[in-house]
């Protein structure tokens, strides 16, 4: 038998593209590959690419530059370009860079076996359809293989939103749920393999409505079946719309105890007028009435978000809408972009702001967001949480895990394994993560 060929895979963008690029891993897995760490030494690269800022876009195009030098060492090298500027670019990456042999979408990667026959055979391979076929049940009988004890699970995907500035709807597609059987079989499946925390994946996860028994399943019902699987300790889903933001989900925060007290639910603005021209279809001061209902319902949970600076049109009095928003909500984590005009997108047609106008503003606004997070990590100092070991340290004998509020937490000298879900006592907060000793 000849050696298994080896594949490297490079990941761009969200966690939808995690998880997908350990499927398409799976996936060909089954056609004789493993992966390995080096693109220098593999026979199949493979980027998983993101188109939501320019940056992100024009990154693949640099890396293909170095992987054409590879092929040019080793032309039985294949180069294939998957995901979202997959998706966007399609013929346009091949004219770019000729070397790379396939080109599939994120709705595609379950042929990938077929499509990789055709590129051994010197065919040039496109691939961006949006397949009537469900790409997670061709891939659902994957090998048994031992997991970290902290997985994705994507249960929804696309967008109806349409916000200005966004690729995603037209990258992902229209707004799919995944049926709730599949996923509760799925998420048993990780919790043989070892998997203790899940994290629900979607673009818009809150959205989810997945046909089941009895109709439509909300997320909120979706976590509390989820709740019952024995074994699984965490449940946490990413990302949220505010207008997704129902009842019952906010119910489940104080009911569920799996549910971990830590939101991800992005406003990008704290203008009105802003997040009228965003196609957000809320107002500022909506969004702060509904923080303080989901922390009624847990008083303790860590709200995280995104902000966008520097949107077409904004001015220095929007800015400082969006400033008197974060001082109002207060939050322990946030992601914030300077806005980046994205072909196709509403948004990029309109008045762009001052470039370096909108790199001050980013600057003051992640002082302020860091500010904010500083002290919520401090203020977890004395307390008593819950952290999931996932792996030792950089220092002897010391382990790493995260909190339920999902901070990164270090304990020295315990005799703790990855997987364990154990009390620990925070005694101190550094910049990126906090120390503590089992209770
Ligand atoms: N579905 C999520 C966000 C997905 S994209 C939501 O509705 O919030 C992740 C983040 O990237 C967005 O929240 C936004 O802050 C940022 N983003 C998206 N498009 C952008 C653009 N054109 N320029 C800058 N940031 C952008
Ligand atoms: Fe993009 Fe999120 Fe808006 Fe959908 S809701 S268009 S994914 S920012
Ligand atoms: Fe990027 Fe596509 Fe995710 S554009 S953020 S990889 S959905």
Redesign the pocket.
Known sequence: MSDPKKLFIRT???Q??VYDSERMAEALGGAGYVGTDSADDADMILLN????REK?AEKVYSELGRMKELKTARPDLKIGVA??VAQAEGAEIIRRQPAVDLVFG?QTYHRLPEMMVRADSGEKVIDTDFPAEDKFEALKDRPKARRAPSAFLTVQEGCDKFCAFC??PY??GVEISRPPERILAEARDLVERGVREITLLG?NVNAYHGPGEGGDWSLARLIRALAEVDGLERIRFTTSHPNDMTDDLIAAHGEVEKLMPYLHLPVQSGSDRILKRMNRQHSAEAYIRLIERIRAARPDILISGDFIVGFPEETAEDFEATMDLIRAVNYGQAFSFKYSPRPGTPAAERAQVDPAEASDRLARLQALINEQAAGVMAGMVGREVGVLFEKPGRMDGQMVGKSDYLHAVHVSGADVAPGDLRRVRITGAGPNSLAGALA
């Open positions: 761009y963008g969200c939808m593209n690419t993101c188109h939501i992100a995901g979202c994120p690729v995603v990258t992902r673009q």
